[in-house]
Nanobody, 124 residues
Framework: QVQLVESGGGLVQAGGSLRLSCAAS????????MGWFRQAPGKEREFVAA???????YYANSVKGRFTISRDNAANTVSLQMNNLKPEDTAVYSC??????????????????WGQGTQVTVSS
């Protein structure tokens, strides 16, 4: 079992930055692919970014060039640096873990463990 706890959400003006963190316990994240997802009110959960255990990363087109996912295997954490935030980035952001890395990393149902989420609100 992997327990995940997100932190770092909040309210920020458009153009600003936030850094989200996801602390894992129970297992080492070095054995897992880690992903960030978000869900806005009335919308389905969508993929944001993912990081493999060998630091390969993948991003949704909507955040590419603005968001950066990184992991600290020693600290057992994964982070999401979000720059140049836009109002459409407003959502609950959740981190997730899975034991494999393949083309299904975009799909929430393919992840095994989830955090409770943290709210990010971007004002215009």
């Amino acid at each position: 079992q992997v327990q995940l706890v997100e932190s770092g959400g909040g309210l920020v003006q458009a153009g600003g930055s936030l850094r989200l963190s996801c602390a894992a316990s129970g297992r080492r994240i070095s054995n897992y692919a880690m992903g960030w997802f978000r869900q806005a009110p009335g919308k389905e959960r969508e993929f944001v970014a993912a990081s493999a255990w060998n630091d390969v990363t993948y991003y949704a087109n909507s955040v590419k060039g603005r968001f950066t996912i990184s992991r600290d295997n020693a600290a057992n954490t994964v982070s999401l640096q979000m720059n140049n935030l836009k109002p459409e980035d407003t959502a609950v952001y959740s981190c997730a873990a899975r034991s494999t890395w393949d083309s299904t990393i975009l799909y929430p149902r393919k992840y095994d463990y989830w955090g409770q989420g943290t709210q990010v609100t971007v004002s215009s």
